[in-house]
């Protein structure tokens, strides 16, 4: 007998036998979630999206909870010469200027103006990884940055690090240097009316139902079985553009399990931290213009950043990432806020305490849709995002900031993995 001809002609009645609901389902409606089913509807394919939250727009969210709106995810449309953003917004009639200056900026510690001998002493060895990438050689073995600064001594080179726990949110020994210095950089436009509202408002007209969070895939048979509150959704494929620490978590199923391939790239991407926590804080603004910030620097493990009234708004934007910002992560609202106002009141006097009349913390490490800020590989696995981007079984594929390469860690980023699954789905044969 002739297996070969059996096993195909068995292939061909479970794919007649097969009755999909749809083409594709697209799990997960944030940037790539949107990028993709725009690019599977633009090229006739039936398309659902599929939403754990009540909005569009995942980890790009613009909070108005207090009143005044303000970017409690991404923010900035960065390296603009070739990030998707620019011409979605245009075309939406949506302005992203360039970023502003600000209205000042000065550095603390423990929330007193810090001597300007340390500051100085500090200012010397920031820089110090972008020079070391440059010199140093990791052609053979991949670093972390850690490891890239260790020859600066026990107290400068956590100093050197901490810029990188405001920007990707990790501490220094948990991050691949040749992912770093793979990242793209160039210049970096804001979106005054919101990030977070701009990826939503991209959203519309897509067939997307939110609330709707995924707790298993099949992908045993011809095509995937989805597993929502609302039951069961057959496709042909789909493109799965949840968070890796939501992946890591186990908070979807898939049955069979993954490949080892697939399950080892996930282990050698971890989630950042960055956390934003903003206060509310009403009153004459203590002598401070609009858009000064204070850097809280005598710990460089708990390195802050303050952004006081940016745009003339009656908000403190607070910024810290790493383990810092998991600790307050866990801790709650009240402890944020308590930790927040308490800085400010060493900064700028006793009064702050009475002016903070309300608290927004959505924190990423702890929300169980995100379970992090943003994916950074770690030391000794620069190529983990590549390997996640691998379809698996010619129906699932996994897209996403995570899997962006150089342009990891951003909307545009996330934007450009959506696009490029969806064009990989749509050339399957339906």
């Known amino acids: 007998m002739n297996t070969g001809a059996f096993a ?3 292939a061909g009645a479970q794919r007649a036998a097969f009755a ?10 944030g940037a790539a979630g949107i990028a993709a089913a725009r690019e599977l509807k633009a090229a006739g394919r039936q398309v659902l999206v599929v939403e754990a939250r009540d909005r569009l727009g995942g980890r790009a969210f613009t909070d108005a909870s207090l009143g005044p709106a303000y970017d409690a ?3 900035f449309i960065h390296w603009a010469e070739r990030n998707p953003w620019v011409k979605i917004a245009a075309d939406l009639g949506i302005d992203t200027p360039s970023e502003p200056w600000g209205g000042g900026f000065r550095v603390f510690a423990d929330g007193r103006p810090m001597p300007d001998a340390d500051r100085t002493k500090r200012r010397a060895v920031f820089g110090q990884i972008d020079r070391r990438l440059e010199t140093v050689d990791i052609g053979k073995r991949d670093l972390s940055v850690a490891e890239l600064l260790g020859d600066l001594g026990p107290e400068m080179a956590p ?4 810029g990188l726990l405001l920007s990707i949110g990790e501490e220094s020994d948990r991050i691949s240097a040749r992912d770093y210095q793979r990242l793209w950089a160039g210049d970096d436009l804001v979106v005054p009316s919101g990030y977070g509202n701009l990826v939503a408002r991209h959203g519309e007209g897509l067939d997307i139902r939110l609330g709707e969070p995924v707790s298993a895939i099949r992908w045993d ?17 789909c493109i799965v553009t949840v968070p890796v620490g939501v992946l890591k978590a186990g908070s979807i199923r898939f049955t069979p399990e993954l490949p080892s391939a697939t399950r080892d790239a996930l282990d050698g991407i ?14 004459d603004r203590f002598g401070l213009g609009p858009g000064m910030s204070y850097l809280e620097a005598g710990s460089p493990k708990a390195m802050m950043n303050l952004d006081l009234f940016p745009d003339d708004k009656d908000l403190v934007i607070a910024t810290c990432g790493g383990d810092h910002a998991r600790e307050l992560s866990l801790a709650g609202a009240d402890e944020a806020r308590a930790h927040v106002t308490d800085l400010l ?3 700028v006097g006793e009064s702050v305490r009475k002016a903070v009349t309300g608290v927004s913390f959505p924190a990423w490490w702890t929300d169980p849709f995100s379970r992090g800020s943003y994916s950074v590989c770690l030391p000794g696995s620069e190529a983990a995002r590549d390997r996640l981007a691998e379809p698996i079984g010619g129906r699932i ?17 996330a934007t450009l993995a959506g696009r490029a699954a969806a064009a990989a789905v749509a050339r399957l044969k339906v």
């Open 8 to 10: 195909a002609s068995l």
């Open 20 to 29: 999909a609901d749809l083409d594709v389902v697209v799990i997960g409606a």
């Open 73 to 75: 995810g991404a923010m």
């Open 159 to 162: 100093v050197a690090a901490s």
């Open 221 to 237: 048979g011809p095509g995937v079985e989805i597993t929502t509150p609302s039951g069961t959704l057959r496709a042909r494929a």
């Open 270 to 283: 971890g989630m950042g931290a960055l956390t934003k926590i903003a206060l509310r804080v009403e009153g």
């Open 345 to 347: 009141a060493k900064m």
């Open 397 to 413: 594929w996994f897209a996403g900031e995570a899997t962006a390469g150089g342009g990891a860690m951003t909307v545009g980023g």
